[in-house]
Every structure is written in C-alpha cells, then in structure tokens.
C-alpha cells in the first residue's frame, strides 16, 4: 500500500444511470434508496456521489442535469453541497449537468476538446461536451493520479496494457482535424477500503480492465473489493465479454456492480457466470464501504 492509499469508510450512491428499479430487495451490499412517491429519475448517462469523512465528491453529472439535481435534493443535497466534480472523460452523457456546479471541477486536457462517435454503418454522433463557456474557468486539468480525499483518487490517464479492450469508434477534432480518438481522457476513481479497492469508472473507454491495473498499480493495493460502472462491452463490445469475465475472474473481483453503457448482453452474462460477485444495480443504488 502507497502513502495516502490508507483504508477509509466511504459510500457510494450511483445517482444517473439508463436505468431504475424499485420495489425488489437490496442486499449486504446494496441499499435501494428508490421509493414510490421518492423515485429517482433515470436517463442515458452516470453519476456517482462519493462520500467520505466530510468530503462529498461527484463524478459524472449526466447528459442532462435534470436527474442528477432531481436526484441530488431526494438525498436532501444541492449543486452547492459537492466539493469537486470528477469527469470520467468528457462525452456529453457524463458532462450535462457540468453547469449545475459552482465548485472545482477536475478533467484531462482531451475532455472538452469536440468528440464524436461513428457507428460501422457510418453514422456520426456529436459528444461534446455542451455549455462549456459556464464552467471553463473552474477546470483543474490534469493527466495523472489526483488526491480526492484520504484514500479517494483518481486513476489519471489509464495505461493501455489490454490492447484487445479498445473499440474503433470515436473521434476527436484537434486544431480542426478529425482524428482516431482512443478516449485518452478516460480515468476512474479509486477507494481504498478494509477489504480492499473501490474502483467507479465512468464509461471503461480504456477497458475495464485496464482500469482495474491502473487502480492496484498507483495504490499498491492488489486485493479488488468491488467494481462499479459502465464497462462499455455493448454493441461492438460484446466482443470482449467472455474475455472480461475471464479477467475479472481471475482478478479476483469480488464484487461487481455493471451499469450505464455495459450492455443487456453484458449484465445478462455477468449475473449468469459471477452470480455470487453480480449486484444488480442502478439510480438509487447506495453501497457503504
């Protein structure tokens, strides 16, 4: 274990994700805070809250803005509450709310540069991040591993060690050139809890596993508790879902919590070979550390 990378008490609320599911059991693991009459609303993107010692970190706002401030007040908080905002990397589905925020904001220098995803049949989608002139200037870039809180950080720029995890579909425009965009900005957020690394990722644009590697190579720490997040293996990445289960098997993951752009295929799949390590998961979801 690394200096700073001290166990913590922490919870982990998944406030945006496609989907919410109400009126089944939670778990030892999950707690259900979705309620009739206190439902959480839902939309195509993620946001977690991270909340630990009297630190309260988000990461991800959403596409919209509209679910993470609805969900934000069911817990009795505001925009004004959170401490820093953490971009997993700068697709609108997680940037949205960015707006809603007055606080710090913490993204690699790639994050709000114009991004596009092109579909094997040719199609062409914008995921820049929108309103940008609003928060600009409370933007700490940064590349490398960053200290949220005792024991809370990011991973920094994913090293690419799984060559097979990355997926030819996006686009970048640098100096007003479209190029490959390998989502360089892609990071994920790291907890070092008594039974060992958290790990949140936004999209897994870098692999999920690759993620993983990253999170056990800065902390020191080998023994992964739980994984949490989109993990990308929909549409052209069903390719790599036996392969990921593969790792995450032998990574000892256990506990893994699937969600946003992972995939039906891919969920399905996961609760089927990892029944025991498998938490459904979405909106509402609070998991204690």
């Known amino acids: 274990m690394r200096d700073g990378w001290e166990p913590v008490s922490a919870s982990i609320t998944i406030l945006v994700d496609n989907t919410v599911m109400e009126l089944i059991p939670g778990s030892k693991f999950v707690t259900r805070l979705s309620r009739p009459q206190s439902s959480f609303l839902s939309e195509h993107g993620f946001s977690a809250l991270v909340e630990s010692g009297n630190k309260k970190i988000l990461i991800d706002t959403g596409a919209t803005g509209v679910a993470v401030a609805y969900n934000l007040k069911l817990l009795g908080l505001k925009p004004e509450d959170i401490d820093t905002v953490v971009l997993s990397h700068g697709h609108n589905d997680h940037t949205g709310g960015l707006a809603l925020f007055p606080g710090e904001i913490i993204a690699h220098p790639d994050a709000f540069l114009n991004r596009y995803l092109v579909t094997p049949a040719g199609a062409s989608f914008d995921l820049t991040c929108p309103a940008q002139e609003k928060f600009k200037d409370r933007v700490r870039f940064e590349r490398g591993p960053v200290r949220l809180a005792p024991g809370v950080w990011t991973t920094g720029e994913v090293e690419r060690t799984h060559k097979w995890e990355e997926l030819n579909l996006f686009r970048i425009q640098r100096e007003g050139a479209l190029e490959y965009d390998s989502v360089r900005d892609d990071q994920g957020v790291a907890i070092s809890s008594a039974n060992g690394l958290a790990i949140i990722a936004g999209c897994s644009h870098a692999g999920i596993i690759n993620t993983i590697g990253q999170a056990v190579k800065i902390s020191g720490i080998n023994e992964v508790y739980c994984v949490i997040g989109g993990f990308h293996l929909i549409g052209p ?16 993951v256990k506990k893994v919590v699937p969600i946003h752009c992972t995939g039906f295929e891919a969920i399905k799949r996961l609760s089927i070979e990892m029944p025991s390590e498998f938490e459904y998961g979405t909106a509402g979801c609070k998991i204690d550390l």
């Open 237 to 252: 990445g069903e390719s790599k879902i036996e392969r990921t289960i593969a790792e995450l098997k032998r990574l000892n």
